[in-house]
């Protein structure tokens, strides 16, 4: 008996997704809720589970095809033993066919699926592989089923393991042959679903919000001070690691407080004031840049704040954030200096009003007292929406959360 494998419920507003990635070929074995497909969202990439154990039968959907609420994407044939009869039964004839030596024009390429052996990689990783002339089957998959990532292929490129077998002698060019020139090949890729989302929503901010951008820079001695003092008692009582998100996430809190126009958004002709902070934090994932929300986050502690974020991480690296796990936000914070940023200007979130941009930590020389000392130093930026947002609102904003990293002692006693 063949079930049927339909899109499910997808999320408020959420109506249609792309086909990313088909998990199981037909013919295969699947145990009941065994994730078979990808399907990629605007927010996050969701994986359909079998609805009965048995056997992969037809494919109706292909990797790529958008496909709404309730379509129908492939069977499942209940009952593995039935199944596999015609594949035992072909077996002989198989191996017959296996064994008369074939012509070697006619051999098949491997296809994409089978390249680096029995690994099925996505068309970015697969991508990346290739780029870099790596053998799969030696790079150890993070993801979920130990699926590979891009972030897994770039590890092992930055760690020079994985590296693919040397062509033959029997495949080698000709030693008089002449030297190939530098490549010039191109290759399309459509977007995905998440990017193409991601282009428009931030091509919509552009359009629509009168963006503008603050800076000022922070002084993280007593930040870095804190954290290496307590750092190991955190970690043992709380069980994660005492970052700096923490208390840049309880700053931001305290400044909302005290200017609540960064923390509201705009409606039509009326400003729509939130009384609580829902935080979204930029999280890197295989897909590209997701922003999972901190609930509630003015009313949480630091270390709640950490565990928060570390399961966002966790989720997002294994591709399974939800989309409630994306829902809302009234304000964003962008950490550019994991990767490197000096300083930029993030752009806003939209429907929200404002993100704060935070950068890498360096030493520079600076004057205190009179004298030239050399303190770590961070850029912090800005960026909101004029229409809403003062000036004299988003300095003051700014310079409440220079002010709370600076001295610690500000978010113990709120002020």
Not at 109 to 127: F, K, Q, Y
């Amino acid at each position: 008996m063949a079930t049927e494998v339909k899109v499910p419920t997808l999320g408020e507003s959420v109506t249609e997704a792309t086909v990313g990635q088909w998990l199981k070929k037909p013919g295969e074995a699947v145990k009941a809720d065994e994730p078979i497909v990808s399907l990629e969202t605007d927010k996050v990439a969701v994986d359909v589970p079998s609805p009965v154990a048995g056997v992969m039968g037809d494919l109706v959907a292909k990797e790529g095809d958008t496909v709404e609420v309730g379509a129908l994407l492939a069977y499942v044939n209940e009952g593995g033993a039935a199944a596999a009869a015609p594949a035992a039964a072909a077996a002989p004839a198989a191996k017959a066919e296996a064994a008369a030596p074939a012509p070697a024009a006619s051999a098949p390429a491997a296809s994409d699926e089978d390249e680096g052996g029995s690994l099925t990689l996505s068309p970015a990783v697969r991508r990346l592989v290739l780029e870099h002339g790596l053998d799969p089957s030696k790079i150890k998959g993070t993801g979920k089923d130990g699926r590979l990532t891009k972030d897994d292929v770039m590890a092992a490129v930055a760690a020079g393991t994985a590296k693919a077998a040397a062509a033959t002698p029997a495949s080698a060019p000709a030693a008089d042959a002449p030297a190939a020139g530098p490549s010039r090949k191109q290759e399309r890729v459509k977007m995905t679903r998440l990017r193409q989302t991601v282009a428009k929503r931030l091509k919509e901010a552009q359009n629509n919000a009168a963006l503008l951008t603050t800076y000022n820079d922070v002084d993280m001695t007593n930040v870095i001070e804190a954290r290496a003092k307590y750092k190991d008692l955190f970690e043992k009582k709380h069980g994660v690691r005492l970052g700096f998100m923490g208390f840049f996430t309880k700053a931001v809190c305290m400044a909302l407080k005290d200017i609540p126009g960064v923390n509201a958004q705009i409606e039509g002709d009326e400003i729509v004031y939130n009384d609580f902070a829902d935080i979204s934090v930029a999280v890197s994932a295989p897909t590209g840049l997701v922003v999972p929300v901190i609930r509630n986050a003015e009313s949480l502690s630091v270390a709640a704040i950490e565990k928060t974020i570390g399961g966002f991480g966790k989720k997002a690296k294994e591709g399974k954030l939800t989309m409630e796990d994306m829902k809302g936000g009234t304000f964003t914070i962008s950490n550019g200096g994991v990767f490197g940023s000096l300083l930029s200007s993030p752009i806003i979130n939209p429907p929200q009003s404002a993100v704060l941009g935070l950068h890498r930590i360096e030493d520079r020389p600076v004057v205190r007292n009179g004298q030239i000392v050399i303190r770590p130093m961070m850029y912090l930026a800005l960026s909101y929406d004029h229409r809403l947002i003062d000036g004299r609102e988003a300095v003051t904003f700014l310079v409440a959360v220079k002010n709370a990293i600076e001295d610690p002692t500000r978010l113990l006693i709120d002020l």
